[in-house]
């Protein structure tokens, strides 16, 4: 059992950077496939980025490449996503997701079990 708990949301204007943070308990961090999601209102669920547990490989949507960057630190149990270039489209509820799994980052919802509450990210133009 895994359970996620995400900070670092809030309200800032287009252009500027944020950096969000999962802290997940449990034992076996490594080995999780960690990833980000996000929900805009009236909109559906998408993909954002993930990592592998060994943090070899991530993959983006491709409205994030080159603005977002995910990371974590296996000692720390925890993954970040570092959100750069905002833009007002990017607002929306981010969900810190996980996965067991030693494979490649899977981009589908249905393939993460562990979810998090989930932290609210504002972009104002």
């Known amino acids: 059992q895994v359970q996620l708990v995400e900070s670092g949301g809030g309200l800032v204007q287009a252009g500027d950077s944020l950096r969000l943070s999962c802290a997940a308990s449990?034992?076996?961090?490594?080995?999780?496939?960690m990833g980000w999601f996000r929900q805009a209102p009236g909109k559906e669920r998408e993909f954002v980025a993930a990592?592998?547990?060994?943090?070899?490989?991530?993959r983006y949507a491709d409205s994030v490449k080159g603005r977002f960057t995910i990371s974590r630190d296996n000692a720390k149990k925890t993954v970040y996503l570092q959100m750069n270039s905002l833009k007002p489209e990017d607002t929306a509820i981010y969900y810190c997701?996980?996965?067991?799994?030693?494979?490649?980052?899977?981009?589908?919802?249905?393939?993460?079990?562990?979810w998090g509450q989930g932290t609210q990210v504002t972009v104002s133009s």
């Open positions: 449990g034992r076996s961090f490594s080995s999780y496939t």
């Open positions: 997701v996980a996965r067991l799994s030693l494979g490649v980052p899977s981009t589908s919802a249905s393939s993460y079990a562990y």
């Open positions: 990592i592998s547990g060994s943090g070899g490989v991530a």
